[in-house]
Structures are given as C-alpha cells and as structure tokens.
T-cell receptor, first 113, second 114 residues
Framework: AQSVTQLGSHVSVSEGALVLLRCNYS??????LFWYVQYPNQGLQLLLK??????LVKGINGFEAEFKKSETSFHLTKPSAHMSDAAEYFC???????????FGQGTRLTINP | IAGITQAPTSQILAAGRRMTLRCTQD?????MYWYRQDLGLGLRLIHY???????GKGEVPDGYSVSRANTDDFPLTLASAVPSQTSVYFC?????????????FGPGTRLTVL
C-alpha cells in the first residue's frame, strides 16, 4: 500500500529563513508526487508536481522540490520565507497507473516576524 | 472564473438526519472527487467519479453515497449522519482522472454532527 509521511506536523521559521518541509513515500515504484498548499479557510491548490523528467521541480511562489528516488523523498524548499507562506502544506502521491491521490497528514508552517 | 463551488459553507446537523453536500464545477472536467479532512489525518478520499454516469469508492466510503448525473454536479449524501462524520468536506475535479492530473479543490463544507 502506498503511504506518505510528512515529518513534523508543525514547522516554524523566521521570515527570510530557509523553509524545508519533508515528505517521504513508501513504494518500490516511483509514483507521481505532488505538493498542495491550503491557506486558512480555503481549499487546496497545487504548488508543484513531479511526473517525469527533471527531478528538481519548480512551483509557484518560489517553492521547489527535488525527487530523490534513492531516498524515496520529495522535500519542499523555499530559500527565503515570507509571511504570506504561512499555511498548511500537504504532500501527496499517486501510484503510477492508479488514480487515487494519497495525502500525507499535513505540515502547518508558521512564519515568525 | 468560478472553478468549483460547494454548498453549504457550513452546517450543523442532528445525528440521524439526512444531508446532501453540493458540488458544482464549470471547468468541464471529467473526473470529480470527494474528500474529508480531519486533523492529523490529511485528506482521505470518500468517493470519486471518472465520468458522468460512473462512480467509485475511495478509502472511506461507508455512510456516504454519491451520484453523477451530469458532468458539472457531484453531490455527496449522508443518509443518516453520525457524529464521526463531523469533518471538513472538499470536492475536487481533474481533467481526466489520470494519475498525473492536477486536482482542483473547492472551498470546502464544514459539517458538524451532534
């Protein structure tokens, strides 16, 4: 069964600091990988996704993620945090050939001024 | 551009009552989904539909039913609500239901069952 683990349910960083949100998946076959963001009282929106090709994926709002097959990871980073980045972030995977999107439990990102 | 609309925004419901959550999309997407979001559990798939006239069960389908009479609408029905169905419900859609598809989410319905 495909599962997704996000390390840390809550991450706090200072404005201007590096943001690193961790995501690991369990699968012998690399799945499709997604990061979604949920701002307060809103639905989810796609930040970025990896399907094939280049393993470093750039998304919206300065975020990027790198697919590392050997580590079964897809960590999300942003060089310099902004106050507007405060939100809940979800890593999700879809096993190749399947349809169902499996979500991690989410990481709440807080930005300190 | 409306995207996906959900109604109601929030609802408090007595246990045992029937409730239908509405979802409409204007993107002409073939696939639609219903998720529930619970603290610490992320989002879990309840039901999905690859195209009008077809539906499928997700991870947590018990106590819920769906129908897909046309492309735009995908209502979720709780036949007899129970307190464990207290949650935030999100409807989503994607172009074709493919594994690499981006899913687009509605704003959610916050449901409390007492």
């Amino acid at each position: 069964a495909q599962s997704v683990t996000q390390l840390g349910s809550h991450v706090s960083v200072s404005e201007g600091a590096l943001v690193l949100l961790r995501c690991n998946y369990s699968s012998s076959v690399p799945p499709y990988l997604f990061w979604y963001v949920q701002y307060p009282n809103q639905g989810l929106q796609l930040l970025l996704k990896y399907t094939t090709g280049a393993t470093l994926v750039k998304g919206i709002n300065g975020f990027e993620a790198e697919f590392k097959k050997s580590e079964t990871s897809f960590h999300l980073t942003k060089p310099s945090a902004h106050m507007s980045d405060a939100a809940e972030y979800f890593c999700a995977v879809t096993p190749q050939g399947a349809q169902k999107l499996v979500f991690g439990q989410g990481t709440r990102l807080t930005i300190n001024p | 551009i409306a995207g996906i609309t959900q109604a109601p925004t929030s609802q408090i419901l007595a246990a045992g009552r029937r409730m239908t959550l509405r979802c409409t999309q204007d993107m002409r997407h073939n696939a639609m989904y219903w998720y529930r979001q619970d603290l610490g559990l992320g989002l879990r798939l309840i039901h999905y539909s690859n195209t009008a006239g077809t539906t499928g069960k997700g991870e947590v389908p018990d106590g819920y039913s769906v129908s897909r009479a046309n492309t735009d609408d995908f209502p979720l029905t709780l036949a007899s609500a129970v307190p464990s169905q207290t949650s935030v419900y999100f409807c989503a859609s994607s172009v074709s239901g493919g594994a690499a598809d981006t899913q687009y989410f509605g704003p959610g319905t916050r449901l409390t069952v007492l």
